[in-house]
T-cell receptor, first 116, second 115 residues
């Protein structure tokens, strides 16, 4: 149980284009989803937290107009990187947390974004 | 002071030995504690979680929690080369800015198990 998928696993795009990444909880309802970014040899950096049906809460320094997050259902959240630039190239990882007393977050496999 | 602190390593142990990974945290109100393993180029995977003081064992892994000392550790018995990875400690702590609890991750300890 507690499987989280991400799509695509890898994407290469040209500078200026937008990229959408999907995160799905496959066997549980995710009341909260989290989006992280990780640069090579660095630790996870939380970008934003989204609760189903409400606006995402962004971490300090993360541009909400550039990283659009939608959590439209209890099993799906999307992150759109708008007008991507080479400095946005990174490993983007989502995680999901279900309802109930457990605080456990389950991670998706990640999406490696390369902006040319 | 960082909220969750880990020694970055690398921690090098011979195959078959016990690897001991340590983590300290600053939020005394934290209720739940997690260990994740992350292989290079992959996303973190949950190893185990612990809520109560004391030890919790799962196979070759033992998590130890001491809330009074704000300390949580992970022991890996009979270490294997396949255990070589970065181990992330995560603590569920109160976020003043969001008014909610969220996991705060340490920067991870890199473990190398030598064959």
């Amino acid at each position: 149980g507690a499987v989280v998928s991400q799509h695509p696993s890898r994407v290469i795009c040209k500078s200026g284009t937008s990229v959408k990444i999907e995160c799905r909880s496959l066997d549980f309802q995710a009341t909260t989803m989290f989006w992280y970014r990780q640069f090579p040899k660095q630790s996870l950096m939380l970008m934003a937290t989204s609760n189903e049906g409400s606006k995402a809460t962004y971490e300090q320094g993360v541009e909400k107009d550039k990283f659009l997050i939608n959590h439209a259902s209890l099993t799906l959240s999307t992150l759109t990187v708008t007008s991507a630039h080479p400095e946005d190239s990174s490993f983007y990882i989502c995680s999901a947390r279900g309802a109930g007393r457990t605080d456990t977050q389950y991670f998706g496999p990640g999406t490696r974004l390369t902006v040319l | 002071q960082k909220e969750v602190e880990q020694n970055s390593g690398p921690l090098s142990v011979p195959e078959g030995a016990i690897a001991s990974l340590n983590c300290t945290y600053s939020d005394r109100g934290s209720q739940s504690f997690f260990w994740y393993r992350q292989y290079s180029g992959k996303s973190p995977e949950l190893i185990m979680f612990i809520y109560s003081n004391g030890d919790k064992e799962d196979g070759r892994f033992t998590a130890q929690l001491n809330k009074a000392s704000q300390y949580v550790s992970l022991l890996i018995r009979d270490s294997q080369p396949s255990d070589s990875a970065t181990y992330l400690c995560a603590v569920n702590s109160w976020r003043r800015d969001t008014g909610r609890r969220a996991l705060t991750f340490g920067s991870g300890t890199r473990l190398q198990v030598q064959p």
